[in-house]
């Protein structure tokens, strides 16, 4: 079954600083693979997602960008961070065209 | 494109109780739909997922949901919550046919249980 590696944990950035979030998948081919942000106290928002190497949406447009140089490698990353970009994020994977998300543990980010 | 609603952002259950979840949809045909749990700090897990047949589908740790396309609702259900159980919970919908699967996630409900 797939796994979902998602690092780091928890991280906080001084505003302006720049981020990288990475995400590895394990366990499947050829994935979807989603960036998500929960902010407190509301649901998950799509921020990207990728049906292949190099293929990108845009879900909402904002300050970050999503990148797959790998099929099962997904990065999330901004040039210079808002107080706004803190948040609970999710990396996600979906194996097939019938079947549910698979979750990564998420990273906390708090830009301070 | 598809949306989710929750209506429910807070419930709080006694432990032993019985429990339903709303969750309401809007999707132009018949589209896929999953619950998730997300304890604090976590990512989320499945609970149960329907695709297509039986309208009643059973999930882990003793949840059950029903598809009613009539209501457009896949509402979560349990016999008798237990302590374990406060978390909070996502209904999402995915729509199956466009080449790719972009799940659209509810704003979630937070499930209180009290002893």
């Known amino acids: 079954s797939q796994t979902i590696h998602q690092w780091p944990a928890t991280l906080v950035q001084p505003v302006g600083s720049p981020l990288s979030l990475e995400c590895t998948v394990e366990?499947?081919?050829?994935?979807?693979l989603y960036w998500y942000r929960q902010a407190a106290g509301r649901g998950l928002q799509l921020l990207f997602y990728?049906?292949?190497?190099?293929?990108i949406s845009s879900e909402v447009p904002q300050n970050l960008s999503a990148s797959r140089p790998q099929d099962r490698q997904f990065i999330l990353s901004s040039k210079k961070l808002l107080l706004s970009d803190s948040g609970f994020y999710l990396c996600?994977?979906?194996?097939?065209?019938?079947?549910?998300?698979?979750f990564g543990q998420g990273t906390r980010l708090t830009v301070v | 494109a598809q949306s989710v609603t929750q209506p429910d952002i807070h419930i709080t259950v006694s432990e032993g109780a019985s429990l339903e979840l709303r969750c309401n949809y809007s999707?132009?045909?018949?589209?896929?739909l999953f619950w998730y749990v997300q304890s604090p700090g976590q990512g989320l897990q499945l609970l149960l997922k329907?695709?297509?047949?039986?309208?009643l589908v059973q999930g882990i740790k003793g949840f059950e949901a029903e598809f009613k396309r009539s209501q457009s609702s896949f509402n979560l259900r349990k016999p008798s919550v237990h302590w374990s159980d406060a978390a909070e919970y996502f209904c999402?919908?995915?729509?199956?046919?466009?080449?790719?699967?972009?799940?659209?996630f509810g704003t979630g409900t937070r499930l209180t249980i009290i002893p």
């Open positions: 990728s049906v292949g190497i190099g293929q």
């Open positions: 366990g499947t081919s050829n994935p979807n």
């Open positions: 996600a994977c979906t194996p097939g065209t019938e079947s549910e998300a698979f």
């Open positions: 999402a919908v995915g729509a199956p046919g466009f080449g790719n699967e972009k799940l659209t």
């Open positions: 329907y695709f297509s047949g039986d309208t």
């Open positions: 999707y132009g045909a018949t589209p896929y």
